[in-house]
């Protein structure tokens, strides 16, 4: 098993580049923004709580976001690995993925952080909260992502740097070039099957 953490600050190209990760080799996706706003678009109570924040650019809690993880890895239990996609995105949420993995006798192999300037985050989410109807890609809310980012995500990467599992990746240049410059690390761990 070869399980992926997809890290960096809004608009960077997490949920991008994991598309083309997964369909490469053959891994299971989990986007903790998608199941939350499948959540949301269902306006079950785990949606409706979890807009409240999502709408002001905060993080939802941890418990919340934990508990969908931990049951989505259960229903996946033949995969041959997971990209985590926007998760861990607090300290609380990577020590408990450290512990939901060690219990199934797996870890986070590697963590990939996509670096790409503040500006160009900020243009790309603008762009694309043009079409994408999301209503946490307007310019104000996409602020207070970055702030939120830098305040309690970023210090996951020292969490994970200390374990020498880190390695930054330029999120700059076009799309074809970043997944290849991702790839080059995966290729150390597992081959692709497409
Ligand atoms: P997410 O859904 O994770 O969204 P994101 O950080 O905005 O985007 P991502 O980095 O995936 O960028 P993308 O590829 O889409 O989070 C949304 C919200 O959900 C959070 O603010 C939070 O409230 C909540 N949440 C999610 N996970 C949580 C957690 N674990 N704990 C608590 N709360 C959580 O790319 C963005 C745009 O750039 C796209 O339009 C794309 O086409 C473009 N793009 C990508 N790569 C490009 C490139 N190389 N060149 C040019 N454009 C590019």
Known sequence: MFNLVLFGPPGSGKGTQSENI????????????????DEVSRHTPLGTEARKYMDQGMLVPDEVVIGMISSKIDDIPDARGFVFDGFPRTRTQAEALDKLLEFKHTKIHLVLSLEVPEQELIKRLVTRGETSGRSDDTEDVITKRI????????????????????????????????????????????????
């Open 22 to 37: 997964v369909t490469t080799y053959n891994l299971q996706h989990i986007s903790t923004g998608d199941l939350l706003r």
């Open 147 to 194: 702030k939120e980012y830098h305040l309690k995500t970023q210090p996951v990467a020292n969490y994970y740097n200390a374990y020498g599992k880190l390695e930054p990746v330029t999120g700059s240049h076009s799309i074809a070039d970043t997944f290849k410059a991702l790839s080059k690390h995966i290729n150390k761990y597992i081959l692709p099957v497409s």
